[in-house]
């Protein structure tokens, strides 16, 4: 009985941990070494992303009745779990990037946004840019014509203003001959 209810807080904390997260990522971390350890964690943490390690009994029962179940067929071995409430691609990028430099750092499988993916799933995730690249991107779209609209305009305005563009006058036109009567 002392078992299970030193078990509950873990599981609770895991809970909350995943409640509202917009992506949570499995990864077995056997093999790294302490220095290598700390730089993930602090990359992590820079970019609001929880990442902790809990045995994978814990996970399970903290992943049952949710949509993080599908992972429960990943944890094997010893797993650690990134979790991102905001931005949806981070723990995959940060993670793929570290396993890149780190190669005893494995991704396994993860849940962005409702819908689980394998390993491969995960690295493709990685390479979607951040949120704000991607608005950084759009808005740069955005302002590339209204920018190149203003230089046009501020080019007429330099060469004589709006004189440089009017056309020669148009003559009036005569009143109409034909005369309608009525009879």
Same mark, same amino acid.
């Given at each position: 009985m002392a078992k299970i209810e030193l078990k509950q807080p873990i599981v609770a904390e895991i809970s909350e941990n995943i409640k509202d997260a917009a992506s949570v990522v499995i990864v077995d971390y056997q093999g790294i070494t302490v220095a290598q350890d700390t730089a993930l964690r602090?990359?992590?943490? #820079?970019?609001?992303?929880? %990442?902790?390690?809990y045995k994978n009994t814990m996970m399970t029962r903290a992943f049952a009745? !949710?949509?993080? #179940?599908?992972?429960?067929? %990943?944890?094997?071995?010893?797993?650690?779990?990134?979790?991102?409430?905001?931005?949806? !691609?981070a723990p995959a990028r940060i993670l793929k990037k570290f396993a890149a430099e780190c190669p005893a750092l494995e991704l396994k499988a993860g849940?962005?946004?409702?819908?689980?993916?394998?390993?491969?799933g995960i690295t493709e995730i990685a390479n979607i840019p951040s949120r704000e690249e991607l608005l950084s991107?759009?808005?740069?779209?955005?302002?590339?014509?209204i920018t190149n609209f203003a230089r046009v305009i501020n080019q007429i305005a330099e060469k004589g203003g709006a004189g440089a563009c009017e056309a020669a006058p148009v003559a009036e036109e005569a009143p109409a001959a034909e005369e309608v009567t009525a009879e």
């Open positions: 602090k990359q992590l943490r #820079e970019a609001g992303v929880v %990442y902790k390690v009745g !949710t949509e993080f #179940e599908g992972l429960t067929s %990943y944890l094997e071995r010893t797993n650690a779990i990134a979790i991102s409430k905001t931005d949806a !691609t849940v962005v946004e409702g819908i689980v993916y394998d390993a491969a991107k759009f808005l740069g779209s955005i302002q590339s014509p």
